[in-house]
């Protein structure tokens, strides 16, 4: 098992770029933008591990310059070979440069968050049932992520285990842990690549399994409490790590090592999403949702909810929906500090007239369409229009249990949803008819983006 090293910033990049270097490291957290007046204390001062000199960085010596030559090689490489797959060429002499442009022209629109389809229309009244169910879990499933070729999905569950699931055939593979058993993991997240799975969970630490080499590459320290939520940034080995020790740690996969952490989070983490641009957005129990500008050193705090925000997904750079106790589905939008839309009640109530949690949403990236879970039967299909501030539902899909994890293919193809029957942060209620599983959900034949 590899140790984990520790860096003061992500990449030598901001290393050389004295602009964007704090001046200490007691200066992680970021300014609030919303100047809330939420100052670090001293005791979160302290909340970052001992060890500060880490290994020199392979690229420490290089100049800014050099190093954004560097990345952009880089990224041709990667996205030349991609778009090589796709199209089934490997000779480099006939292969179109056009398929190159285009994905180029196709990732700039991305980053800038123009990139849009409406596409939930088409799913207005579908009857949906399940074409595949995957049980393996022997408690209730809390996270599943797929890989961005959306063969292979990976599936973590309260008793400890990660498993491994070919989508065509339905074969798994248990990865994690060697152990016959292991902790509770709340969450896991994986690569655009494929190449990286994270896994978190009550014993405090982020595993990363190298799926390429079949084995973990290393398990990082640093949160003090569980782990309860993860994701990659897209297209890197940037990884965004939340706890219930209101932390958010930024890693670097890349180089195996510690980045920083980010303060502000007055209590638990309970869900993290991120896209392209070097941001994430997290929600926590403290009912805030937040946008972390990490090159920017900044955040911007959104409120709404009158109960803790259990899972937050991102439409784009610009809109991102969340989900509450108070059993409402939020849409928000970075120009906004309130929600443009909440729909409350969204999966109605139980027999004592308490709303039904949202355990989980999805987004359909660069889209139009989103989905819900909670435990009233449904997954719920929506339709969020006029920029994100109106949000109507357009499909029920039957699944029984705790909806605890959703997640569209990259073409929106399908949707997959893990079930338990218990909340995934929790043993609140308990469904006792319920199958630990996960159900596959196929939306259309054609691509929907």
């Not at 000779?91 to 123009?114: C, M, P, S, V, Y």
């Not at 049980?135 to 599943?144: E, F, Y």
């Not at 949160?223 to 670097?252: E, M, P, Y």
């Not at 839309?341 to 109530?349: E, F, K, S, T």
Request: one cysteine or more; charged letters at 30%.
């Amino acid at each position: 098992m590899a140790p984990a090293k520790t860096a003061k910033r992500a990449g030598s990049k901001r290393k050389n770029d004295g602009d964007n270097q704090f001046s200490s490291r007691k200066k992680a957290a970021f300014h609030d933008e919303e100047l809330s007046g939420e100052d670090l204390s001293g005791e979160e001062e302290e909340r970052v591990e001992s060890g500060e000199d880490g290994s020199e960085d392979e690229f420490a010596g290089e100049t800014a310059d050099e190093t954004r030559l560097r990345l952009a090689k880089q990224y041709l490489a990667t996205v030349t070979n991609e778009v090589k797959k796709i199209e089934e060429d490997d000779d480099a002499d006939t292969f179109n440069q056009d398929a190159i442009a285009h994905r180029l022209q196709q990732d700039i629109a991305e980053a800038k968050g123009k990139r849009y389809k409406q596409v939930a229309d088409n799913l207005v009244g579908k009857e949906i049932h399940a074409s595949q169910v995957f049980r393996g879990h022997k408690l209730s499933v809390t996270s599943i992520a797929l890989s961005g070729d959306d063969k292979t999905l990976f599936s973590a569950g309260k008793e400890g285990m990660v498993y491994q699931w070919d989508m065509e055939s339905g074969a798994k593979k248990r990865i994690f842990p060697d152990e016959k058993y292991g902790k509770i993991i709340n969450g896991l997240a994986v690569s655009q690549d494929g190449q990286y799975v994270a896994i978190g969970g009550k014993d405090s630490l982020v595993h990363v399994y190298d799926v390429r080499q079949q084995k973990l590459a290393s398990s990082f320290k640093g949160h003090r409490d569980a782990v309860t939520c993860l994701a990659f940034r897209k297209g890197t080995h940037q990884l965004f790590s939340g706890s219930l020790d209101r932390t958010i740690k930024i890693w670097n996969l890349d180089e195996m090592c510690y980045v920083e952490t980010l303060f502000g989070h007055q209590c638990q983490i309970n869900g993290i999403a991120s896209l392209l641009r070097e941001r994430c957005v997290s929600v926590g129990r403290d009912r805030t949702m937040r946008l972390w500008k990490v090159m920017e050193e900044s955040q911007l705090i959104f409120r709404g909810h009158t109960h803790s925000i259990d899972t937050v997904a991102m439409s784009n750079e610009e809109f991102f929906c969340g989900g509450s106790q108070d059993g409402g589905v939020s849409l928000w939008s970075v120009m906004k500090k309130k929600p443009t839309v909440i729909r409350r009640l969204a999966h109605g109530a139980d027999e004592f007239g308490n709303p039904n949690w949202i355990s989980s949403v999805a987004a359909l990236n660069y889209s139009d369409l989103i989905a819900s879970g909670s435990c009233d039967g449904l997954v719920r299909l929506w339709k969020c229009a006029d920029q994100n501030s109106s949000l109507e539902e357009i499909a029920q899909l039957p699944v029984k249990g705790f909806v605890n994890s959703l997640c569209f293919s990259s073409t929106g193809k399908f949707l997959v949803a893990g079930v338990g029957q218990e909340h995934r942060l929790g043993r609140w209620r308990r469904i006792g008819d319920a199958k630990n599983s996960i159900v596959v959900l196929p939306l259309s034949d054609e691509d929907l983006v």
